[in-house]
T-cell receptor, first 110, second 115 residues
């Protein structure tokens, strides 16, 4: 079973901020939370990774509350090219395996 | 970020033949690599974990004799689909674990079509 749960789909408009929340109730003490973006017929692309609190890079921010049972990926001012599937992943302690959930299919509208 | 390559990007073969897919970590060493397959409109499904210098660990339901995995060096893992059948047609994606930090980087994928 996937360790994470996300909304299956979301729609947004260009220029808006998009927040995608992921639930990972059984996250282990050592687990990191990593987000990926996937376009059709391509491998997932690393977006951002965090352990706790807030992480920001040039493309996104990741918010992780103190209990770490959820996380929120924030994409500022999305464009049409951000239309993709976004996956939240938590590695399995000891084996480092990723079990993919459904991901969130984001559609950005003009 | 770290770069992972796959070769070939696309392959078409006849039923009954074998196909080898290479996965390379270009700018880091990876003791652990993973192989996934993905059907259209579906999520990635983990097939096996590949550890350098040891036998791969296969997920339940994945035939180890059909999907041969070799991880002979810290930068190369190969997946060989033996005696391919049309139902093996899929998108195969590898990932390599970079540590520290503990992050997986994915290859661009290989589209396999078995006729």
């Amino acid at each position: 079973l996937a360790k994470t749960t996300q909304p299956i789909s979301m729609d947004s408009y260009e220029g808006q901020e998009v927040n995608i929340t992921c639930s990972h109730n059984n996250i282990a003490t050592n687990d990191y939370i990593t987000w990926y973006q996937q376009f059709p017929s391509q491998g997932p692309r690393f977006i951002i990774q965090g352990y706790k609190t807030k992480v920001t890079n040039e493309v996104a921010s990741l918010f992780i509350p103190a209990d770490r049972k959820s996380s929120t990926l924030s994409l500022p001012r999305v464009s049409l090219s951000d239309t993709a599937v976004y996956y939240c992943l938590v590695g399995e302690s000891g084996t480092y395996k990723y079990i993919f959930g459904t991901g969130t299919r984001l559609k950005v509208l003009a | 970020g770290a770069v992972v390559s796959q070769h070939p990007s696309r392959v078409i073969c006849k039923s009954g033949t074998s196909v080898k897919i290479e996965c390379r970590s270009l700018d880091f060493q990876a003791t652990t690599m993973f192989w996934y397959r993905q059907f259209p409109k579906q999520s990635l499904m983990l097939m096996a974990t590949s550890n350098e210098g040891s036998k791969a660990t296969y997920e339940q339901g994945v035939e180890k004799d059909k999907f041969l995995i070799n991880h002979a060096s810290l930068t190369l893992s190969t997946l060989t689909v033996t005696s391919a059948h049309p139902e093996d047609s899929s998108f195969y994606i590898c990932s390599a674990r970079d540590y520290p930090p503990d992050t997986q980087y994915f290859g661009p994928g290989t589209r396999l079509t078995v006729l």
